[in-house]
């Protein structure tokens, strides 16, 4: 497994009438193999943007983006994506969805279909594997998602705002879902969310962004996720540095939208 | 079995037609029931109360039923068979009596008298106001106006009481006095006394009321019957009498004489002083040939002083009042079971006329259906649907496309010196390919009904299978949307039937035309859907399918294609519709065989049980298409709206 590494990274969007939208400027770090990083930022500071340009989908306007040592040029396996929602095929069962990269690559069924059971297991959705996916709820499609995109063994997992239509309780058991792949496979996740708490606890690194131009405006070293592979993640979050975070987070954002609100 | 059930179809229909009422009434009281312990329904805008319920279905379907039972006086057939039979020799007797009725303003505003005079008078202050503008010599001015005078007084004589003359005014009298004597007879009860034998006999012969198309019963078979029939006879010739009746006295004639002389002076005045001006003498001509119209209608004397007709007026509001009576229940009958519509006499038979007869009675409608769907008797010769036994080399020939000979290598043999040819292998393949073979016979489907489906679902599937694929590719590249678009936008929105003389024209008036013609409409129809379907995939679904490792043609398969399959089925089932309605249409406009062509041929025979038999076939089979798509739509896209 290798680093991901964004030199310079900038893109510049052009919007009607000859105006343009700085939604990346400058962007540089790097980051490890098996980190675990949450991007956290007011709405439209870039967050999608960038992840997009590491999935593949968008070419930066400068600056690249390099996994290990070759440069990302589009989409590819070795980079899972999980959406938000609606991503998945709701005319294929639970686990004709989970095992679609595998067909697509042409595996032979008797080994996926031992491998989708796994992943089923894992994610908690066993015996589910013949209902069709539009009759499951919000959290049990999330984690089909989740399925779907590790079975594919990515080196690193993109994920925009995974949690972020499910309801607080399904948020919780999802949040422990993810910590519990994580630390199992050791993989390199980069999950966007909007949620300050969420961002602390998924997050052992943190960027909190901030827009026009998007910019990576503080970074965090955190030590919550690696407890919250053991710990129960209700203690974490009512733990008084937990807190202390948060807070401190919390008003450096409501200072950007502030000043957002200011500049209109 | 039909001749059974036609037998006793009276005692059918009134059965049906009873019970359709009690349903309605049961339905509709027990859907008042279930509203009031319905929960849900206690709310206004509740979308629970628009779930219907089959007590309401019943409720719609008998209400269409009665409604078509009543209007198209099958009901009435079934209760009264006989009432028809009565009010034709009532009906003879009202025509009989309305030449002299439209002399009265009876039914209509003006006495016939009134409306003349006000028509001539209009036609000579037309032509009084002409004579100023046509460039009349002073001569010729001073003579025209002379003579609209005269034909004003000739007018004004026939309207004058003193000069109708006492031969007129007697006849007056005499007229009215025979009314007056219908009018008794038609009071007594005794009138016109035993029918005749021949009378029974005609009346024995009779056919039933609509056994042969709309014809009544026309020989009176009752009491009442010999009593109307009678008095039509006797009204006939009165009314032949009066309608001889003119205002020729004395003066009227003298002034018509004077009349027809001024006018050829007149004439003559025109032709003595020939015009450079052609108009001129147009006009003249003109002129001379209004006056002399004129004189022609008064010359008729149909005009009578005001009062002269008084009486003969009054004594056909008597006898109008006394048939009234004499009909009885009859009138009751006429207007409550005989809606939207009347019995009328004809020369020689009586009819129905009004709904009675353009709305066919559902009975005799499912005559005509049993009748045509009998592949026996079929229409025109061909059944409505049936089997038909064709040997299994024309199925191969329509299958394998002729050209497959030519690619067998070698030559196709020739005939040697003695005339004989050999076969080789490329000419038995070419029997093969052209179904030139012996074979075994299979059954296959034919008939009116069956031609119209196949075209339609032959267009269709041109349509679909190279529609899908072309709106496919514009929904994903600019390049096709681009170049493709402006002749789909073009063509797409002309109505299917406007191009139909044209490709008629250029395929001829087989099954080709049409058939390309359902492909266009189907064809526009399927690129759209299927475009719309491939623009409308979430992009968050192409990502994953990329960032899984899936190819472009993949993603395609895979991906686009079911996630447009809901539009896609959208489509077809928009474009059955579609193709139903313009193959129907294109089949009237030329073609021997289909449902349209049935249809177009009974609207030139005024075959209205065929016209409604194939309205209703169309109805079914167009319902029977769209449940079946829906039930396709359940069952291949259940994730439909719940991506
Ligand atoms: N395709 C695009 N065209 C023009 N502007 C875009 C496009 N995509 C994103 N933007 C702009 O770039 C900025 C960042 O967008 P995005 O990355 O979606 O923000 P976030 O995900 O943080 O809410 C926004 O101002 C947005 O309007
Ligand atoms: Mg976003």
Redesign the interface.
Known sequence: MSDLVAKDLSMVFDVGSGGQVHALNNINFTLKSGELLSVLGPSGCGKTTLLNIIAGFNHPTSGGVYLGDEEIKGPGVNRGMVFQQGALFEWLTVSENVDFGLRMKGTDPKKSRKMVDEWLDIVGLAGFGDVPTYQLSGGMQQRIALARCLINDPDLILMDEPLGALDALTREKMQSLVLKIWKETGKTIMIITHSVEEALLLGERLFVMAPRPGRIHKEYNLPFADRGVTEDTRDIKNGDDFIHTREEILTMIWDMEEEIMGQV | MFDFLFEYRGVIVGTIFVALIAAVIWAFFYGRKLIRTEKNDAVFGNPARALGGWHWVITGVSAILIVWLYFSWDAARAFHPKAANELCQVAKLSSAVNPIRSTFPLEKEFLKGTSLLVRENAQLSELEERVERLGFSETEKAKAKETIDLMRAAITGMTSPEYLDAETSSQFKSIEARIDDLTAKLADENYPGEPTTEQVAAAEKNARWGDSGNEIPNAPASPRGYKFDAAAKEMKSIASDFSKIRNKNENFLAQIEKLKAQIASLDELAQASPGVDELLVQNRADFVKGLTRVLRRVDDGNIFPPDALNNVQAALVKLDDEQKSQQGGLRFYDTFMMPGGQITSGSSSCSEQGSGRWLPKPSDTLRTFARISNPEIGYKGYPLLWYKMKPFGEMVDFVLPDFISSLVPGKFPRHDENGIVTPNFKSKVHDIVTGNFESFKVPMPSGHVWDSLLRVLAGLFFGIILGVPLGLFMGLSRFSKGFFDPMIELYRPVPPLAWAPLILTIFGIGDDGKIFLLFMVAFAIMVISARTGATGT?L??I?????????NR?ILR??IL??S?PEILTGIRIAIGVCWGTLVAAEMLAGTTGIGFVENVARKQSDYEIIWTTIIILGLLGLLFDLMMRWIIDKV???RG??
């Open positions: 979430h968050s679904k990502h994953a399918a990329h960032s899984l490792g899936a190819t993949q895979k991906v079911p996630n399959l896209i259940p994730w719940k991506g």
